[in-house]
């Protein structure tokens, strides 16, 4: 079946410094990636949808800057939150769509980012 | 959250029981689907029902949709302990998909 991979699982970092997570789909093509935050408790917050050779586009609220997205083949997206502070500690969760239409997610398994 | 509701937060029951989570969503949709969510993992996908559906079963999975509403329904019948885990739906149109709250599904046994 379709997998999706997200690395790493886990981080940890000092304020200041900036993170990339990688998201891969490992057996299919997927040339719309979604990327998803999640607070403690609370669902999935849409913070921008990753297309494959173009810009990505960001959910209202969400700062372009402060988490660039990069859609470089069909099966690799990644999120690099910059110049990270606490308040970005958070589950961030990346997606892939497949089916027909790619109208259902294959979701990876999330990246605990923590920010001290 | 971005798309809308889902009642009850947390639900409670004993294996062997039904469990039913309801979803409201806020825009028109292409179709509604639903996902589960064990603790501090990504999501697995359940089931999908178009808008133009009504209602759809897969195994012990029985899900409704009311477009005049804008409201789903998951039931779970003959829960087991496994099934503890948190479920969402989301609403898919425009190749966006958008979460409801969730509802914590919690089955003892």
């Known amino acids: 079946g379709a997998v999706v991979s997200q690395h790493p699982s886990w981080v940890i970092c000092k304020s200041g410094t900036s993170v990339k997570i990688e998201c891969r789909s490992l057996?299919?093509?997927?040339?719309?990636m979604f990327w998803y935050r999640q607070f403690p408790k609370q669902s999935l917050m849409l913070m921008a949808t990753?297309?494959?050779?173009?810009?990505?586009?960001?959910e209202q609220g969400v700062e372009k800057d402060k988490f660039l997205i990069n859609h470089a083949s069909l099966t690799l997206s990644t999120l690099t939150v910059t110049s990270a502070h606490p308040e970005d500690s958070s589950f961030y969760i990346c997606?892939?769509?497949?089916?027909?239409?790619?109208?259902?997610?294959?979701f990876g398994a999330g990246s605990r980012l923590t920010v001290l | 959250s971005q798309q809308g509701e889902e009642d009850p937060q947390a639900l409670s029951i004993q294996e062997g029981e039904n469990a039913t989570m309801n979803c409201s969503y806020k825009?028109?949709?292409?179709?509604l689907q639903w996902y589960r969510q064990n603790s501090g993992r990504g999501l697995v996908h359940l089931i999908l029902?178009?808008?133009?559906?009504r209602e759809k079963h897969s195994g012990r999975l029985r899900v409704t949709l009311d477009t005049s509403k804008k409201s789903s329904s998951l039931l779970i019948t003959a829960s087991r302990a496994a099934d503890t885990a948190s479920y969402f739906c989301?609403?898919?149109?425009?190749?966006?998909?958008?979460f409801g709250s969730g509802t914590k599904l919690n089955v003892k046994p």
């Open positions: 997606s892939a769509g497949r089916g027909a239409g790619a109208n259902v997610l294959t």
């Open positions: 057996d299919f093509q997927a040339t719309t």
């Open positions: 990753s297309n494959e050779g173009s810009k990505a586009t960001y």
């Open positions: 825009t028109s949709i292409n179709n």
């Open positions: 029902i178009r808008s133009n559906e």
């Open positions: 989301a609403s898919y149109n425009f190749n966006k998909f958008y």
